[in-house]
């Protein structure tokens, strides 16, 4: 949630058009005194809406953490020395907690990063249930309509369940599209490697092709490398 969204830079080129409207005011007080009132009218509209945008943000960032510690809670009794510890007494009320949580936020926040991260919540708590068809489409949703780093994410989710449901064609498909364009949430590297795993047991020598290079790579790439190699029959 700290990295820069393409959200983000909007607010920011919104903020230096804000910048040099002052910069006009400042050096052309002449005009601007036949049209202060304007001038100051649009300047006050524009600030307003900057730091509303990014209270609005703060909003939505501060449901979804409180969204996310529902989904990370335990479930039991708290203990006495923390009774503010977030618990549920049974899983079927966490799981309708988080079910409620997420999917308030992903209706309300629906073409926003914090809506696209609940959305891709709900997807993997659907897998985790068996509730496959409702997991595809969630993270369907996701990849097409999300910035293209959670996008890329729920991409690389979906050819993992097409892997393991035996749709190789469409898993291959969705890798290759991220290994042509990775992002910051799945690099080329992860992509690359998880593409030859798929590969590997119809097309060896392609996969290895991908593999091989990145066996000098930095360490953890190349030892999931090697890994993969290795189960190239």
Excluded: C, W
Aim: positive net charge; charged residues 25%.
């Amino acid at each position: 949630m700290d990295k820069i969204t393409r959200h983000d830079l909007k607010t920011d080129k919104f903020a230096q058009e804000v910048g040099h409207t002052v910069e006009f005011l400042s050096l052309h007080r002449g005009q601007a005194a036949r049209y202060g009132a304007i001038a100051a009218v649009v300047l006050a509209v524009a600030i307003g809406g900057y730091f509303y945008m990014k209270y609005q943000k703060g909003v939505r960032q501060r449901e979804l953490r409180a969204a996310s510690e529902i989904y990370e809670a335990s479930v039991g009794t708290a203990p006495a020395d923390n009774p503010y510890l977030t618990m549920f007494p049974t899983q079927a009320e966490k799981d309708r907690a988080v079910d409620k949580a997420m999917g308030d936020l992903a209706a309300r926040y629906a073409g926003k990063d914090e809506g696209a991260i609940a959305r891709y919540y709900l997807a993997i708590i659907a897998a985790d249930q068996g509730r496959m068809l409702e997991s595809e489409k969630a993270f369907q949703e996701v990849a097409d309509t999300g910035d293209v780093n959670y996008a890329s994410l729920a991409k690389f989710a979906l050819a993992q369940m097409y892997q393991a449901q035996g749709k190789t064609a469409q898993a291959e498909q969705l890798l290759r599209g991220l290994v042509e364009k990775p992002t910051v949430m799945v690099s080329k590297e992860q992509a690359t490697i998880a593409l030859g795993r798929l590969l590997g047991p119809t097309k060896p020598a392609e996969a290895r092709k991908l593999l091989e290079p990145l066996r000098s790579e930095r360490s953890a790439v190349s030892r999931a490398a090697l890994t993969a190699l290795s189960e190239i029959k």
